[in-house]
């Protein structure tokens, strides 16, 4: 478990992102408001179950894995209690995606520094964060570092129409299975 301090123990992180659930995993998606967290939830519906539209709780297990739940309508409002955690049901984390629209659609996988830029982003973009002390914040962003060292994260270009759909599902089919899209040619 993650210990935080912040008025006691800390068990989980909150996150501004969507989640769904494929095959027992959950996929997030990170990006600020606007960005279409909830229009990638929905356009994967037939596909995947919803687990969150707007807010996720993470919680690292002994073995360096990460759980998910959802918090939506609950993680603005402050960390859960460990009562709380213990009565959520949790699904372990598969791969978290930075999105960002656009017309095609494509993959990059994300180097781990980059990819904990994008989870502690996620993370200040709650509320409660924000305002807890630095012990917290150093702690929170540790276990982030640490999740981005052993979740794959991806920057994920989408567009809004069926055709994402149909072009995204084979490439989250390799993500799940643990295959790894190549990295594109970074210009210069």
Not at 10 to 15: A, F, G, R
Not at 87 to 114: C, D, M, N, T
């Amino acid at each position: 478990m993650i210990e935080v301090p912040i008025h006691g123990p800390l068990h989980t992180l909150s996150l501004h992102a969507s989640a769904v659930v494929v095959d027992g995993g959950a996929l997030l998606f990170l990006g600020p408001s606007g960005a279409g967290k909830s229009t990638i939830r929905r356009l994967l519906e037939g596909w995947a179950c919803p687990l969150a539209d707007d807010a996720v709780f993470l919680r690292c297990q002994p073995e360096a894995d990460w759980d998910v739940s959802s918090a939506d309508g609950r993680a603005f409002n402050g960390p859960l209690s460990e009562e709380e955690a213990a009565g959520r049901s949790w699904v372990p984390l598969r791969a978290f995606f930075r999105i960002y629209q656009a017309k095609g659609v494509h993959l990059e996988a994300l180097p781990p520094w980059e990819a904990c830029r994008f989870l502690v982003s996620a993370f200040f973009e709650t509320y409660w964060p924000q305002y807890s002390d630095i012990e917290t914040r150093q702690r929170a962003f540790a276990n982030l570092a640490g999740l981005a060292r052993t979740v794959p994260g991806y920057r994920f270009y989408f567009g809004r129409s069926t055709r994402t759909l149909r072009t995204l599902v084979p490439v989250l089919k390799e993500v799940i299975a643990g295959n790894t899209p190549p990295r594109r040619p970074q210009a210069h």
